[in-house]
């Protein structure tokens, strides 16, 4: 198993509420990206965050927005849910160290919106 | 953007027989190729990766090959278990965002 939490691990929300996931990365780790994987599908990057700055970001609307704090666990945050955004929701911890690093999932949110 | 594409999609194969999965990717700044496995409601775990000043990578029954002129890398499992069954995602990072594959779904049969 790796280091990394989320939180909640399942949640139900009806449209057009706002929602908070959270991310405990691995210990040591101080990047964090969040994917989303919708059923049957592969994961998509949403947006990473390095040392408490937003440094990438996927196709997302800006209703996905995000935070890391200085212990560099991390939110994501969805205003205006939609029926579309009812997925699995992963966060990877790694290590940036210049070169490409191994990503730790943790095991995800599933958020349902209704 | 990057966009990597996997085939196949769906993969059954006989206990002990070998699974070949092929992913291409599009960016040539792409670097780091990694594999994952997600079993049914887990998370996705990293079993192999290889970089790209690396043709090929071993792991006991796992084997990686990157072939960078042709923007195709592929995963080889071979003398499959059934505990191998699962959603094997291919990916590819050009600068610490990873894109992935559709996903293959393989069955081995006992």
């Known amino acids: 198993e790796t280091g990394v939490t989320q939180s909640p691990t399942h949640l139900i929300k009806t449209r057009g509420q706002q929602v908070t996931l959270r991310c405990s990365s691995q210990s040591g780790h101080n990047t964090v990206s969040w994917y989303q994987q919708a059923l049957g599908q592969g994961p998509q990057f949403i947006f990473q965050y390095y040392r408490e700055e937003e440094n990438g970001r996927g196709n997302f609307p800006p209703r996905f927005s995000g935070l890391q704090f200085p212990n560099y666990s991390s939110e994501l945050n969805v205003n205006a849910l939609e029926l579309d955004d009812s997925a699995l929701y992963l966060c990877a911890s790694s290590l940036q160290t210049g070169a490409n690093t191994e990503a730790f999932f943790g095991q995800g949110t599933r958020l349902t919106v209704v | ?110």
């Open chain 2, 1 to 110: 953007g990057e966009n990597v594409e996997q085939h196949p999609s769906t993969l059954s194969v006989q206990e002990g027989d070998s699974a070949v999965i092929k992913c291409t990717y599009s960016d040539s700044a792409s670097n780091y190729f990694p594999w994952y496995k997600q079993e049914l409601g887990k998370r996705p775990q990293l079993i192999i990766d290889i970089r790209s000043n690396v043709g090929e990578k071993k792991d006991q029954r796992i084997a990686v090959t990157l072939n960078k002129t042709a923007k195709h890398f592929s995963l080889h499992i071979t003398e499959t278990q059934p505990e191998d069954s699962a959603v094997y995602f291919c990916a590819a990072d050009a600068g610490n965002m990873l894109t992935f594959g559709g996903g293959t779904r393989l069955m081995v049969k006992p």
